[in-house]
T-cell receptor, first 114, second 111 residues
Framework: DVKVTQSSRYLVKRTGEKVFLECVQD?????MFWYRQDPGLGLRLIYF???????EKGDIPEGYSVSREKKERFSLILESASTNQTSMYLC?????????????FGNGTRLTVT | GDSVTQMEGPVTLSEEAFLTINCTYT??????LFWYVQYPGEGLQLLLK?????DKGSNKGFEATYRKETTSFHLEKGSVQVSDSAVYFC??????????FGPGTRLSVLP
């Protein structure tokens, strides 16, 4: 089974801090994604990557950046955390370019910015 | 762009009741269709999928049929259990597009 591991389940950070959310997948998937999940809004795509060192903006990239130095690892960076970035963050991966391939999700990181 | 509409709920049912969660979508081209489930405290996991018209996806007693003519992919289960309490997401995925997720439907099953 594919395993997508997010390094923290819960994080509490202060406004203005730089925050790193880490995600690792163990199935050699090419594609990796970062979503945030908020009540009533569903999942919104922040950034995605189809290959090492490649990154693409999703629907809500403002205030975020990403890094993919190795195929298995995709990091989400909040350059200067703000309270409106308090949310559940979900990492996902998928294989290849087929649109029949499902996403595999980690268990999420609940971030609180105070 | 692509979009999905599903009832937000919460949907509350008694154990062994029949479940339907409606999902309709708009998409360019011919998307694959997915249902994901999120149990409390966990990430989303694939429940079932269908990749072409009239295909039926099924898993754990859940079923959904790809209806191209009505652009729908309604989720059904004949007899729900307390353990089915979760949030359910319908997600079309078109060629060259990213997944589109709706707000999810929260299901509570009472014993």
């Amino acid at each position: 089974d594919v395993k997508v591991t997010q390094s923290s389940r819960y994080l509490v950070k202060r406004t203005g801090e730089k925050v790193f959310l880490e995600c690792v997948q163990d199935m050699d998937h090419e594609n990796m994604f970062w979503y945030r999940q908020d009540p009533g809004l569903g999942l919104r795509l922040i950034y995605f990557s189809y290959d090492v060192k490649m990154k693409e903006k999703g629907d809500i990239p403002e205030g975020y950046s990403v890094s993919r130095e190795k195929k298995e690892r995709f990091s989400l960076i909040l350059e200067s955390a703000s309270t409106n970035q308090t949310s559940m963050y979900l990492c996902a991966s998928s294989s290849g370019s087929s649109y029949n391939s499902p996403l595999h999700f980690g268990n999420g990181t609940r971030l609180t910015v105070t | 762009g692509d979009s999905v509409t599903q009832m937000e709920g919460p949907v509350t049912l008694s154990e062994e009741a029949f479940l339907t969660i409606n999902c309709t979508y708009t998409a360019t081209g011919y998307p694959s269709l997915f249902w994901y489930v999120q149990y409390p405290g966990e990430g989303l996991q694939l429940l079932l999928k269908a990749t072409k018209a009239d295909d039926k996806g099924s898993n754990k007693g859940f079923e959904a049929t790809y209806r191209k003519e009505t652009t729908s992919f309604h989720l059904e289960k004949g007899s729900v259990q307390v353990s089915d309490s979760a949030v359910y997401f319908c997600a079309p995925h078109g060629y060259g597009q990213n997944f589109v997720f709706g707000p999810g439907t929260r299901l509570s099953v009472l014993p």
